[in-house]
């Protein structure tokens, strides 16, 4: 596999089996994360020819796509718990009875209550810190 992609051309025939051997194996590789292609596309922008500004778009807003990916369990848990409590609650008997934790440890959600609640708490700590930050979660530009 032309020594684990990286296509070198060099003409010599390389030992597949002692691939632990062979010093171009062993190169020093920047790891390739959002940072790292953020980084990069950063400071090659002004040269590239047409811009990549579906990419820069998705590189900015990184953390709402993260977030928009929690959202169908979001949904499934509104849904569950509005069909469960039968849509009998109100301000007074939420905020003396209703706890969090009473949710999660009875499972009133079912079986996914846990996860679901803990997906939560991720969206709404992503929301809150762009929030604090003076930034829309969502900016529409239609």
Known sequence: MCLIYETDNT???????????????????IPITF???RQE?????QDLKP???????????????????????IMLLQRTLL???Q???????ANAQLKVRDIKKDNLAGHDTERWIDEFSKVWEMTRLRLSQGQPFF???F
């Open 11 to 29: 003409q010599e025939s390389e030992d597949t089996v002692n691939l632990l051997n062979v010093p171009r194996m062993w190169r020093f590789r």
């Open 35 to 37: 940072d790292h292609m």
């Open 41 to 45: 596309l950063n400071s090659k922008f």
């Open 51 to 73: 811009k990549p500004r579906v990419l820069q778009r998705f590189l900015l807003e990184d953390d709402i796509l993260q977030a928009l990916r929690y959202l169908p369990n």
């Open 83 to 85: 069909h469960k409590l």
């Open 87 to 93: 849509r009998k609650l109100d301000r007074a008997e």
């Open 139 to 141: 900016n529409y530009y």
